[in-house]
């Protein structure tokens, strides 16, 4: 974990991902009623596609990290966050009468688990750190569940901030991607371009917000990732 340290580039990494996802925010609401005109969809399609896609991200990178046996490429912090992120957002899902975004981090929880436990066998999760990670999920699940909708949106963009600057420090940092799964990330970004139809059907700010910066965070990582491959 000592690779992990956040430093002032760390943070500029932090700022401009929430620019940039502020920036595809804005660009977002200001076309989404040309958007509704063009895709006259009910709210669920856009919905459960994004559920299915979500849940392959994990179990993608599940499947990966087993059958090659490596945890290289990988973000110990990162995925603890993803973790994190998972019981976050199926919190809202219940506090916010979001069944799908509730479903989609309940049948995804037994894949980031796996990666998860592929880390800690590897020595590359301490106990002491998923400790803290635990004490951090309650804490945030009680933010989420009694805060109220600005809380809420404060913490849940957080994590994903924290997220996207630890995937990147990942792929940025080693020098092998053996252990990421491409197709894992491709799946994310599709999975969020859903939910950003569904947020802007729904009127959800906190979904779009979330699923804007990730896109953007990907994108750059699936960039690097293959950069790195190519050169190798």
Request: glycine share 8%.
């Amino acid at each position: 974990m000592s690779g992990e340290r956040w430093t002032a580039s760390d943070l500029a990494w932090a700022l401009t991902l929430v620019i940039v996802g502020g920036s595809i925010v804005g660009f977002a609401e200001t076309t989404s009623t040309a958007l509704e005109d063009v895709v006259s969809l009910p709210p669920w399609v856009p919905s459960a596609l994004a559920t299915l896609l979500m849940v392959a991200f994990p179990a993608a990178q599940a499947i990966r990290v087993v059958r090659a046996g490596s945890t290289e490429g990988l973000g110990p912090t990162a995925w603890i966050l993803i973790m994190w992120s998972s019981i976050a957002w199926g919190t809202y899902g219940v506090v916010a009468a979001d069944y799908y975004m509730l479903t989609a981090n309940v049948v995804g929880a037994p894949f980031v688990v796996t990666v998860i436990t592929r880390l800690f066998r590897d020595g590359r999760i301490s106990r002491g750190t998923l400790v803290r990670a635990v004490v951090a999920v309650a804490a945030s699940m009680t933010v989420i569940s009694l805060g109220g909708e600005t809380a809420g949106f404060v913490a849940l963009l957080s994590i994903t901030v924290l997220i996207s600057v630890s995937m990147l420090q990942a792929v940025i940092g080693d020098p092998s991607t053996a252990g990421l799964s491409l197709m894992s990330v491709g799946a994310s970004i599709l999975a969020q371009g859903f939910w950003v139809v569904y947020a802007l059907t729904e009127g959800s700010r906190t979904i779009l917000w979330h699923a804007s910066v990730v896109i953007a965070v990907n994108t750059l990582v699936v960039a690097v990732a293959r950069s790195r491959r190519r050169a190798s």
